[in-house]
């Protein structure tokens, strides 16, 4: 049984540099959209790692804004066309940018 997927989920968003008072939780964000290799991983857990404050400080620029965290794991929802390791309801584990939010892609 598939679960119905929102168009819109919360995420932490870094929109300027600074301290961790500058960190929001905006709950408005669009939820991704699996490309053709991508899968769509409904997150229970993102790790907390030193180098996200590099990126929060903006040591590490990235464009902003954009959402926090670079590892997570939770459980596939979505897949892409051309996904062939991985089916919906498979648990996984990644390193990519995005995981301080319900979904990632």
């Known amino acids: 049984m598939s679960e119905t997927i929102p168009t819109k989920m919360?995420?932490?968003?870094?929109?300027?540099?600074?301290?961790a008072s500058t960190l929001t939780v905006d709950e408005n964000v669009a939820v991704p959209v699996p490309q053709a290799h991508e899968c769509l991983v409904r997150n229970t857990f993102a790790g907390l790692n030193f180098v996200d404050t590099y990126h929060r400080t903006g040591?590490?620029?990235r464009e902003r804004p954009f959402v926090l965290g670079i590892e997570g794991a939770g459980v596939v929802v979505a897949v892409g066309e051309q996904v062939t390791e991985v089916k919906v309801g498979d648990r996984v584990a990644y390193n990519f940018p995005g995981s301080y939010a319900e979904f990632t892609s």
């Open 59 to 61: 040591l590490y620029p």
């Open 10 to 19: 919360r995420a932490v968003v870094v929109k300027e540099l600074g301290d």
